[in-house]
């Protein structure tokens, strides 16, 4: 059977799947959905507005790549991307992925409609249905539409901060501290812990609320989204894309009335991630910011 997918790609590696008829993945979970004769949807990450650009068939079984082939892995020197697949070409062009968001069956939330395009594979990993991929085929045949690739957002370099600032801290008994509360507690308790935490951290159109790495990694090893109220899509597809892009440890900080919603999104769509995702109650994180910050104090006062 044929299954038709959504690949999100960035403009450089888009350039080079017109030039070579490839295309590769990082995770062996995603390289063995792909088949010969599955037909691929490229979406371009990154463009405005944003676009499908083309349509390609899978030619061949994949091939184990052996030398740097992308631009992230010339920059790096080493393979990143090891599955390799070679693609015949079927349509070119560039149509509205977000107009078309309105008519497609499988973007079920279309209020978060980009959710659906996150990822290695996009719709949270799994196929599409063939009269979506019609739906998109058929309009790539009009003239294209004319977008912009937006630069890059590169992560600033984080201050050097030798202590977090003393902030109040909420009471556990009261209603949840505010969005961006939380999330300026968890990079602080990043910089208590000696680690670089930074907050808003790009991660393709979208930006993670706080990321944790230790000084000799590249990429983050710890990703936070906090959701406190309303709908947990975004932030779930972003945990997922980090897992999917950097084998992060996915955590998401939330509310006892939200905790179910969450988990039930897990045994679904995002079943892929729920093994490594760890769900953490907002007081959890209070609790743990107040001893981390009293042991700080406590080491500064007896000098050690």
């Known amino acids: 059977m044929v299954n038709f997918w959504i690949v999100p790609t960035i ?3 888009w350039e080079l799947v017109k030039a070579h008829n490839v295309y ?3 995770s062996e979970t995603d390289r063995d959905k792909i088949k010969p004769g599955d037909k691929t949807v490229f979406y371009l990450i990154r463009s405005n507005p944003p676009v499908f650009v083309g349509v390609y068939e899978i030619a061949k079984p994949w091939e184990e790549a052996k030398e740097p082939f992308w631009t992230v892995e010339k920059a790096e020197d080493r393979v990143i991307y090891p599955w390799r697949f070679q693609l015949t070409t079927l349509r070119l062009g560039a149509a509205d992925a977000r107009e078309l968001s309105r008519q497609l069956s499988f973007v079920g939330n279309k209020e978060v409609w980009h959710a659906y395009f996150m990822g290695s594979l996009a719709n949270f990993g799994r196929p599409i249905p063939e009269s979506d991929y019609r739906l998109i085929f058929d309009k790539l045949i009009k003239p294209p539409i004319t977008y912009q690739v937006k630069p890059v957002a590169k992560p600033e370099e984080p201050p050097v901060v030798k202590a977090p600032r003393r902030r109040k801290v909420p009471e556990l008994r009261g209603p949840a501290p505010s969005h961006n509360e939380l999330r300026d507690m968890i990079r602080d308790m990043g910089l208590m812990k000696k680690l670089i935490a930074e907050t808003e951290y ?3 159109d979208l930006k ?3 990321v944790w790495r230790t000084e000799v990694q590249k990429v983050p090893s710890q990703v936070w989204e906090v959701q406190i109220a309303g709908n947990f899509y975004e932030a779930l597809a972003k945990l ?3 897992w999917d892009y950097w084998r992060a440890e996915p955590i ?3 509310t006892e ?3 179910d919603q969450a988990r039930s999104l897990l045994g679904g769509i995002f079943h892929e991630i729920k093994p490594q995702i760890r769900i953490i109650n907002w007081q959890d994180v209070v609790r ?10 406590l080491e500064k006062k007896l000098g050690l």
């Open 257 to 259: 009335k939200f905790e």
């Open 252 to 254: 998401l900080v939330t």
């Open 11 to 13: 403009p450089d590696h």
């Open 288 to 297: 743990l910011y107040r001893l981390l910050r009293e042991i700080i104090e």
């Open 240 to 242: 997922k894309h980090a």
């Open 202 to 204: 790009p991660i393709n």
């Open 208 to 210: 993670l609320d706080v």
């Open 24 to 26: 590769a993945f990082f």
